[in-house]
Each structure stands twice: as C-alpha cells, then as structure tokens.
Antibody, heavy 122, light 113 residues
C-alpha cells in the first residue's frame, strides 16, 4: 500500500523559494510516477508537473517553466518540489500524488499526500 | 492544451435523490489503442486531498460506493450519484490524462437541499 507523507506548512516572503517533500512508503520511489498539484484558497486543482512515462522525463506545466523543479532522492525514497521567485499568488496547498498504471494504461492519480500549505506574505 | 469544462458550478440535491455532474473536454480523450477514455473523477471534501472515484471514465476505484457511476466517451462525460448521502457533500472534479498537460475541470460543489 503506497503512502505519501508531505512536509509541514511553510511561510515565505515574496521572491523566496520553497521546497516541499513527499516521502513515499510501501513502494520504491523510482518505480512510481509522482505528480504535483496545487490548490489556491477557495479555488480548483491545478496540475504543476509530473513524470510522463511516454517521454521518460518530467514534464512541467508551461506557466511554471523556469521556476518549478521536481527532484527525487532514492536513498530516502522522497520526492521534492521546489518553487522559486514566490509571489502572493503562489499561496496554496501543494499536493503530491501517485499516477497508477495498469499495464501501459494510466489509471489516474490514485494516492495523494495530505497537502502542504505554502503561504507567501511580506 | 485540452480544456475541461464542468457544469453546473454547484447543485443542491435532496438526500436520496440523484445528482448528475457534466464534464466536457475540448478534445477527444479516447485512446483507441487501449480502448479507453482517459478521464477521471475525484471527490474532495473540505480540508482533505482529492480522492479518486472513477477512472477510464466508468471504472470505479476499489472501495468506492456503487452509488457513484461514470459514463460518456470522447468529449462528453457524466458523473452520477444515484442516491445522495450526507457524506457525499464535497466538490467533484473531472480530469483528463490523455495528453500533457493533464487538466482538471473547474469543480462542481454538491450540497444537500
């Protein structure tokens, strides 16, 4: 049973960077496709990036290109997301999620972390 | 990019009555090689992460109550709650994962009338 446990809430000033962790248990991280989704207060879900198995690489949403990076540490089975040049509009809950597969068919995001609140305020 | 449009934005349904949510994609999300629509439905209760309810447009995730059902193909999809229960109060999202970037609909808030 895969479980994703995220790091705690963060408060950052505009222009700073934030790094959020997503620790995987019950599975080996390198065998998983991890995605990041965020949700601004009172708003809907916004996909930020994730592993595209067809391309064999991480794909980022265009609007975050250049300031959003996803990394992994296989030694600790932990995925990370880092968002830089923070602005107030980046205030949101950030979720990691596992994309499941059945053979070659993606199943969707079936396991989610609990979410990490990032507040950007001067 | 594929754009997902949900309707209505919100609906209020009496306990035990049917709730129907619509989702339209701007492009076809049917993957012919796999004979599957790459369309999922999620439920999000207040203060919680989303929960996968339906994938491949109509396959219920393990453990999901059978009052939840999904239908549709190509560009038009429906999530139906056959008999609304109090615990179904939530926001529901559709998502296409046919092509990158995977996109969510704007969400539909379901309340008790």
């Amino acid at each position: 049973q895969v479980q994703l446990v995220q790091s705690g809430a963060e408060v950052k000033k505009p222009g700073a960077s934030v790094k959020v962790s997503c620790k995987v248990s019950g599975y080996t991280l390198t065998e998983l496709s991890i995605h990041w989704v965020r949700q601004a207060p009172g708003k809907g879900l916004e996909w930020m990036g994730g592993l595209d198995p067809d391309e064999g690489k991480i794909v980022y949403a265009q609007r975050f290109q250049g300031r959003f990076i996803m990394t992994e540490d296989s030694s600790t089975n932990t995925a990370y997301m880092e968002l830089s040049s923070l602005r107030s509009e980046d205030t949101a809950v950030y979720f990691c999620a596992r994309e499941d597969f059945s053979g070659d068919n993606p199943v969707a995001l079936d396991v989610w972390g609990q979410g990490t609140t990032v507040t950007v305020s001067s | 990019d594929i754009v997902m449009t949900q309707s209505p934005d919100s609906l209020a349904v009496s306990l035990g009555e049917r709730a129907t949510i619509y989702c339209k994609s701007s492009q076809n999300v049917f993957y012919s090689s796999g004979n599957k629509n790459y369309l999922a439905w999620y439920q999000q209760k207040s203060g919680q992460p989303p929960k996968l309810l339906i994938y491949w447009a109509s396959t219920r995730e393990s453990g999901v109550a059978d009052r939840f059902s999904g239908s549709g193909s190509g560009t038009d999809f429906t999530l139906t709650i056959s008999s609304l229960q109090a615990e179904d109060v939530a926001v529901y999202y559709c998502q296409q994962y046919y092509s990158s970037p995977p996109a969510f609909g704007g969400g539909t808030k379901v309340e008790i009338k």
